[in-house]
């Protein structure tokens, strides 16, 4: 199908199952896209109206019409008036050339939109557009971010998963966004149930596949190293036929991890590669992110110089070892990797404030590592054991780090870190304050939590403290 034949009303009528509440005009006139949010639709767009924990797409169908949406997918009955009330003229009267959207009614809008996605998939391979997919357990953005870099670096045209857009609903967006005239769509794909990387995967189908990690992620639901491992290798049944799957080599990998035998594309392992010590971001774990990327720079026929160049010169995603403020003295360094965390992270971040430079104290300001359910108490006592032997100062934030004292166990004491050690069992709203006024100017600090921690808030109380 080409691009022109799928951006229709009638396209995505057939292609959903569905049936119209009210018909567009013309079921061939192009649509300019598609989206979920009311509020950053395009005119021309078709609007699919996702149901979902906390929000009702239905309820924002006509504020989609007025911002010129020209379909909405629902998955219930709209009355007829929803689609056709703007169109009302000054006498109140219906002008037939008045704003008008059309309706689509179907079993489920995300089956939709995962159903769109699945094939306009098709529309990019026929395009010429190659799908790089990004999994793992950490690392995900950094090393998508990487990839994109470096291709675009290169003179190569494409398109990047936006954020974090890496669950059932942004994968497909992503997919949807692209644009077949593209060298390449660089697409992340997350999970933290069981089943949801081969869903995705499913969609994607991507010509590269990297798998960035395998580490301690979600085993709330996952439940052990075995079922993260298990739960990322379903991108093996979904690399394209002529790809690559690209998997970190054996040394940096907890369990086995291998495609089966009988796997129908290539596959190879990546390592630290000397061209990643260009690479401006600190920390082991980067460097490995940017082999990767480096990997599939030359999978694209980029040369060494091309690469090198772009990995020089390449910055970090926000709130992922971001630093801030190295370059004032009256301020402490802050390396804001608050983005995210679990286990693996954790002694990744931790080993990274450890070898960077600074001539004051190694701070660790963590906060509670969530979704690790039976796991949670044994990893958080050995998190906070692993930073107070190597921080000078390990702020513990979190009931989880409360219940689970570093300062308690045989390593720490044998160190003597328990007055080095201060914990804060839950947030307050002095709580900003109360951190900074433990830090100096000299200080390099490490700010790791798991996303519902937000440990960002702690930023402006430092630069009040210091400023």
Request: aromatic fraction near 6%; proline fraction near 7%.
């Amino acid at each position: 199908m080409s691009p022109s034949a799928f951006w229709t009303p009638a396209a995505f009528a057939f292609i959903t199952g569905g049936e119209w509440l009210v018909p567009p005009r013309d079921p061939e006139r192009p649509l300019a896209g598609a989206g979920i949010d009311s509020r950053t639709l395009s005119a021309g767009e078709a609007f699919i109206a996702i149901v979902g924990e906390r929000f009702d797409g239905h309820h924002f169908i006509e504020r989609a019409r007025e911002n010129g949406a020209v379909l909405a997918i629902v998955e219930r009955d709209v009355p007829p008036e929803v689609a056709l009330a703007a169109s009302a003229g000054a006498d109140g009267q219906q002008s037939p050339d008045g704003q008008r959207i059309a309706l689509l009614r179907v079993q489920s809008t995300l089956d939709a939109l995962q159903a769109l996605a699945y094939a306009y998939r098709d529309v990019l391979r026929d395009g010429g557009c190659r799908v790089i997919s990004v999994s793992g357990s950490n690392g995900k953005t950094t090393t998508r971010h990487l990839i994109h870099h470096a291709l675009t670096h290169a003179g190569l045209t494409g398109t990047q998963s936006p954020k974090s857009f890496n669950n059932h609903i942004g994968v497909p967006l992503t997919l949807l966004a692209a644009d077949p005239a593209h060298d390449f769509l660089t697409c992340e794909i997350g999970t933290n149930h069981p089943g949801e990387v081969a869903a995705l995967a499913e969609i994607v189908r991507p010509d590269i596949a990297v798998v960035s990690s395998i580490g301690e992620e979600h085993l709330e639901f996952l439940v052990d190293i075995d079922g993260v491992a298990r739960e990322e290798a379903g991108i093996f049944g979904f690399v394209e036929a002529d790809g690559t799957l690209l998997l970190p080599a054996e040394r940096w990998l907890p369990v086995a991890f291998a495609p089966p035998a009988d796997a129908a594309y290539a596959w190879r392992r990546f390592d630290l590669d000397p061209i990643a010590d260009a690479l401006p971001l600190a920390g082991e774990h980067n460097r490995l992110n940017a082999s990767a990327a480096a990997v599939v720079a030359r999978l694209f026929g980029i040369g060494e110089a091309t690469v090198a160049e772009a990995l020089g010169c390449a910055g970090n995603m926000p709130m992922r070892c971001e630093v801030l403020y190295a370059e004032r003295a009256d301020l402490p360094t802050i390396i804001n990797d608050a983005y995210n965390a679990n286990p693996t992270s954790m002694r990744a971040a931790l080993r990274m404030l450890r070898d960077t430079d600074g001539a004051g104290r190694r701070v660790a300001i963590l906060g509670d590592m969530l979704e690790l359910g039976a796991h949670a108490p044994q990893a958080h006592r050995d998190i906070a054991d692993a930073a107070a032997r190597g921080a000078d100062l390990c702020v513990l934030i979190g009931p989880q780090f409360a219940a689970a004292p570093a300062a308690e166990s045989p390593d720490a004491r044998d160190v003597g870190a328990a007055d080095r050690i201060v914990s804060v069992p839950s947030w307050q709203e002095d709580t900003p304050e109360q951190v900074a006024a433990l830090l100096r100017p000299d200080d390099v600090l490490l700010l790791k939590g798991s996303r519902g921690m937000a440990l960002e808030r702690l930023i402006p109380a430092v630069e009040r403290r210091f400023s």
